[in-house]
Structure formats: C-alpha cells, structure tokens
C-alpha cells in the first residue's frame, strides 16, 4: 500500500495555516507535521507513505481570517475504504470546518460531481469526514 497525504492551504480560497497534524492507525503514528511548524506553520504539505491504514486525523490550524486556532480530531475509521495504493488522503479548512477528501487513482466519469480540491476535478472524489 502506497498512498499521499496531502493539502494546499493556498488554493480552493482557503485562508488557515496548519499548525499540527498527526495521522495514526490505532495507536501506531504514521506521519505527523514537523515540530517547527508549531512555529511557523504549514501551508503546503505532499508526503508518501507505504505504511498502516490511517484510522484517525488530528489537525491543529489558525484560521487567518478570524485569527482564531481550532483543533479537530477526525476518526477515520471504516472510512478509507478499499486499496489506498496510489491515492491521496487530501484535507481542506474553512473556517472552523474541516473536509476530509480520498482523491482515487481512477479519472471521474461524466455522472460523477466534482468535489473537493480543484487541482483534481479530473480524479474520481469522494468526501470521507466532514465536521
């Protein structure tokens, strides 16, 4: 299994810094955010991963807008449904709300709605958490 974590905090008119993440499965981590960006912030994130079936998100953000932090924790659990080999596991932030997205390898068919991230209205979408 091979997948991307993902999100562009520039893009979609969303106006929030990521200031934490951690993707876990269980009670083993699978990524987490650099400890600068605590700091500094993230606006832009693209990692690969070969390992575990993530079973939960946790975000920590500073919505530029209203200057306010939020801190979500998203149970991914059931979600991610069938092989995560080469898809993306893609967030987006507005306001106080936050999306979810697993972006598949395989294009949209002409019936399917684009949803989610512009960058891939060509991909098929679909909407995993949403709070």
Not at 6 to 22: N, R
Not at 61 to 73: H, I, T
């Amino acid at each position: 299994m091979y997948y991307q974590f993902s999100f562009d905090m520039t893009a979609d008119g969303q106006h929030a810094v990521v200031l934490e993440y951690k993707l876990s499965a269980g009670d083993q981590l699978v990524m987490a955010s650099i400890p600068s960006a605590k700091t500094n912030g993230l606006y832009a994130e693209g990692v690969y991963t070969s390992k575990l079936r993530p079973t939960r998100l946790s975000v920590h953000w500073k919505d530029l807008a209203d200057g306010r932090d939020y801190v979500q924790d998203a149970d991914l659990t059931g979600k991610l449904k069938g092989d995560l080999n080469g898809t993306t596991i893609y967030l987006m932030i507005d306001g106080a709300h936050l999306s979810i997205f697993l972006v598949l390898p395989s294009q949209r068919g002409a019936e399917q709605p684009s949803i989610g991230p512009r960058i891939y209205s060509d991909r098929a979408v679909s909407l995993v958490y949403s709070n």
